[in-house]
């Protein structure tokens, strides 16, 4: 299903599931409880919590209710999405471990004295693993019922297309929604078959639609009809003007080629269908401002040592300057200076000019080629980031001789600078960097601005330490 389908859907199906919700709140609080609980007697042999641990608990599950609501831990979810929940979960019950370590470790530290430390360490692990196990068994337990006839809100399509069929796919999925297509009606005298077709019966006419409700107690009715299809619209409304059933226009995505970036969006109240749009407006470009300055400045303090080695080394393998400036385009498509660390010889490309970099290449000094390797020669674009050019996370920038060729040979390769050029990426972390398909680098930063949050920035940032910064196709 194309990601703009699932994104829809979560508006549409935002409304429902809430007991479900509620219950799974309940659930992961019930869980870690327990989990606290378990792993206290396990290294303490009492039943009986004492107080200094009782402290670090209620904070534990303070802090797992914030960020597990931060997280997106409570969204409508479902069953076959589990892969997702998991790293989410992982995330913000992480989050909220460091977060009660840090604020005890300052407070109480006599706490940590004996078994404490491994105390919160098995309580993190059962954590973890009973909030999974729980929801696992709730999901089970839901598609038991449901399949025992749990009563359910049950919906008839209004004419059959993909859209149609994709949303009826990810309502009999979902056993949170509480919702069931239990067929379609369409004017045409045959049956239709498409592509993904889930078997949906074909119920009657449009002209038996009043009858089928009233009939098969239908609580409400999906138009899936095209964006052209205004009057077989106006045609439902008038067939069912007598009954109290709930109507809803299924949005046709698949009519756009391009559905995989559709959004189903709000601005002053105003609901609108997204194309093309840029994460980084209102609210989130501050709180993406304040992440790349602050980690960007701890950055820079942390490796101004290895900076100083390293501008030396440049300084002692050619002469020329430490810094090498180079004009690159980036948010909004404007250019700026970025800067790194000097790796080739001053004039390298005086005659040459701008030369994508490839392997086997020999244009760096020795010590350049070492600083390429091991990416420290992108160690100076902390400053970029810092005067604001720049973001630590994002898609990479290119010098604007490239861009002016790769634009008209990638599709969407322009859509990259709607968020600030990064110094690490979606893309690099997942290898496409480098002489690499350009295609697939586009499509994994296409990926990102889709998907930004605070939380994939930090996934990026660990992925991109955890991996290191030494990649085959650096060169």
Known sequence: MPLGVGNIFKGLFKQYGHTVIVLLRFLDITMLLTAAWVAFYFWHQKLVIDQDHRVVIALGILG???FFEIGQIYRPWRNDAMRGEVVRILRAWLFTLISVVSIVALVRLHVWLGSSYRWIATWGVLGFLFVILSRAVLSRVLQVLRARGWPQGRIVMVGLNQMAIAASRQLNESPWAGLQVIGYVDDRSK?????GDVSLPRLGGLKDLAALVTREAVDEVWVAF?????????????ELRHLPVSIRLVIDCFAFKMSKFLNLNEVAGIPTLDISVSPLHGINRYIKEIEDRLLALVLLIVASPVMLVVAAGVKLSSPGPVFYRQERVGWNNRSFVMLKFRSMPVN???KSGPVWAKPGENRATPFGAFLRKTSLDELPQLINVLKGDMSLVGPRPERPDFVEVFKDQVPN??????VKAGITGWAQVNGWRGDTDLTKRIEHDLYYIQHWSVWFDLE?????VVSGFVNKNAY
């Open 64 to 66: 797992a209710i914030i």
């Open 191 to 195: 049956p239709r078959v498409l592509a």
């Open 226 to 238: 095209p964006f052209k299809g205004e009057s077989r619209a106006e045609q439902v409304l008038h």
């Open 348 to 350: 390298a490309e005086s």
């Open 413 to 418: 390769y322009m859509k990259k600078h709607m």
């Open 460 to 464: 990026i940032a660990m992925r991109t």
